[in-house]
């Protein structure tokens, strides 16, 4: 057998598990590993600017690929700039395996220079951590990280990874490594139980009001395909949740788009007047419930996630399946019944035409409109990145998504940030399609060194600014609900951005006026080797609609124009408005679904 160091075995692991891309910074420690990468040219490194951007491009990687994601630290300052990034993969269940230099074994827990305890700090952060003791165990250790990180409810894995470990000489065929795990006390469930699944369906067959509320397991699991199928069969409609954005296609008939805080106000109301609401793949979070006792509180609930601890974690569930949604969905539709909800349907398109989402219309340089063009102009393909904020929900509104893997975007952590590097990390897995970030000029200064990096790579990656020289998100809270005290949320001291890029070598161009959006776009669109950067100058008064203040109801909603909205109930009346019957509205409402 050949002799190896530690650092070859690793690299050889790695290469087994079909790693193409990691993205890391250097250290002292982790001079074994980075001396055996320059022999591994099919295993291209990424140099980041900052590790935090490391992990984050790690996570964009996976979001928009499926596959597991991996970045690279070293020890102490470098592990500990990988946090932000891991628990971002964890809250949102990431496939992810971060690697982090360790000093020696010898001197680990002596205070040596650069040691932090990367095994204590990651802990409530990942599904799984690994200290190396011996370099023999890397492929065990290896296959099951990556096993681990993908499987059941995908999420991080961290490696440390001494010095001296990966320093050392040993005997390994590359040959041997594992390619099956079998972790007796990991063993997740992904067929769901038969009978559950019958009593699922025959809920669905007599409901007469049921709507679909699908979550980011569903995009995690690929189920698409099955999502529309269900939908179509039964006549159900579907809300998605802003991880869910892309488990069906945003232009079908059938979808109200998000939910929740800043929901469609008629996703809302279908939830709040349903009798029978089917969560698959989504954790009930904060955002979407509000006030979790006046929840879809007349409906029964069935709860379909692969994760068990979900299960009634935040709302009771009288129909629970553990399973993997696309396993589950695949029998649930064979045994659902074709169905017709009309009635209901047309209530809810009777809502959505009272209450529209749409971008302003008044010719200024509002942000949403300006989301809302970017995403007409860009190509079908075009994945969307954000960060944090007004922005991002903005994007979530008016960036309609066809397929899965295609939005991008933090949310159980909800970390500015994000959206540069997990944009560079999405064009690096899809080298052949467009990416575009929308961001904040609070956002875009959280991580803006990751600019070189794009630059380096040349990736032509598209980052408008909505720039409103605040901190548009707190500052709407402080009008709303602190009179008006705006404090320390002024953002009017920033750089020049498109001087900023430019400085980096990248392209800048500033939007003053309406009439110089579209040509600005179209420039940042057709740009093949650089990043370019739009600074679109936004009201600083703009504010995000629909909104149900945080622990409320549907009742307190505030509609698009700012107004309360107004209580409304189900007309079962037959003899009422159809929508069907209206064929301007109709044509209207495909229009706008398209």
């Not at 269940?93 to 074994?105: D, E, F, N, R, Y």
Request: aromatic share 8%.
């Amino acid at each position: 057998m050949p002799m190896m160091t530690g650092a070859q075995i690793l690299l050889e692991c790695l290469r087994r598990e079909d790693v193409k891309h990691i993205f890391g910074y250097p250290g002292g420690v982790l001079l074994p590993v980075y001396d055996a990468l320059y022999e591994y040219r099919d295993i291209e490194h990424i140099l980041v600017r900052h590790e935090q951007g490391a992990a984050h491009m790690a996570d964009g990687y996976a979001r928009s690929t499926g596959k597991v994601g991996v970045c690279l630290a070293t020890s102490g300052p470098g592990a500990t700039n990988l946090i932000t990034g891991i628990a971002n993969a964890l809250m949102d269940s990431i496939p992810m395996v971060a690697i982090t230099g360790q000093v020696k074994s010898t001197n680990i827990g002596k205070d040596a220079f650069q040691e932090t305890d990367a095994i204590g700090l990651s802990m409530p952060i990942t599904k799984q951590n690994y200290l190396v003791r011996d370099a023999l165990t890397l492929p065990k250790i290896v296959s099951e990280a990556f096993h681990i990180a993908r499987s059941g409810r995908p999420g991080p894995v961290l490696i440390d990874l001494p010095n001296d470990v990966s320093a050392a000489f040993v005997e390994w065929d590359p040959s041997t490594y594992p390619t099956e795990v079998d972790i007796p006390s990991y063993r997740p469930t992904y067929k769901g139980h038969g009978m559950q699944i019958k009593r699922a369906a025959e809920a669905i067959n007599a409901a007469e009001r049921p709507i679909l509320y699908v979550g980011g397991g569903a995009v995690a699991s690929n189920a698409q395909a099955e999502i529309t199928e269900l939908s179509v069969k039964a006549d159900i409609l579907v809300t998605t949740t802003l991880l869910g954005k892309g488990a069906i296609n945003e232009s079908h008939p059938n979808c109200l788009g998000m939910l929740g805080m800043h929901g469609a106000a008629y996703a809302n109301y279908a939830i709040n007047h349903c009798d029978l609401l089917i969560a698959v793949g989504a954790r009930f979070d904060d955002r979407v419930t509000g006030k979790v006792d006046q929840f879809a509180k007349n409906a029964k609930v069935i709860h379909i996630d692969i994760d068990p601890a979900e299960i009634g974690k935040v709302i009771a569930c009288d129909i629970p399946i553990v399973g993997d949604v696309k396993t589950v969905l695949t029998e649930l539709n064979a045994a659902v019944k074709d169905n017709n909800h009309t009635m209901w349907n047309n209530q809810v398109a009777k809502w959505r035409q009272r209450f529209p989402m749409s971008p302003p219309d008044d010719g200024e340089m509002h942000a949403a409109s300006i989301i809302r063009k970017i995403w007409e102009m860009a190509p079908d393909d075009a994945i969307f990145a954000t960060d944090v904020g007004q922005h991002q929900m903005w994007a979530a509104q008016f960036v309609h998504t066809i397929k899965p893997h295609q939005f991008i975007t933090s949310g159980g952590l909800g970390t500015m940030g994000f959206g540069l590097p997990a944009a560079i990390g999405s064009q690096f897995a899809n080298p052949d399609k467009k990416v575009i970030c929308i961001t904040g000029d609070g956002s875009i200064q959280m991580c803006i060194q990751e600019m070189m990096t794009a630059v380096v790579y040349e990736l032509p990656i598209v980052i408008a600014i909505m720039n409103n020289k605040t901190l548009g998100m707190v500052r709407q809270w402080q009008e709303l609900f602190f009179s008006e005290r705006y404090s320390s949320v002024s953002l009017e001291a920033s750089p020049n951005f498109p001087l900023l890029a430019e400085a980096y070598g990248a392209i800048g161009i500033r939007v003053d006026k309406p009439e110089d959006v579209e040509p600005a776009i179209a420039r940042a669109l057709a740009e093949t080797k650089k990043p370019v950067l739009i600074d679109f100058q936004t009201p600083t008064l703009d504010k995000v609609y629909p909104f149900i203040p945080a622990g409320q109801t549907v009742d307190q909603m505030m509609l698009m124009n700012g107004d309360q909205a107004p209580q409304v109930t189900v007309d079962t009346d037959a003899e009422t408005w159809s929508f069907a019957d209206d064929e301007r509205v109709l044509e209207e409402f495909i229009k706008d679904s398209e």
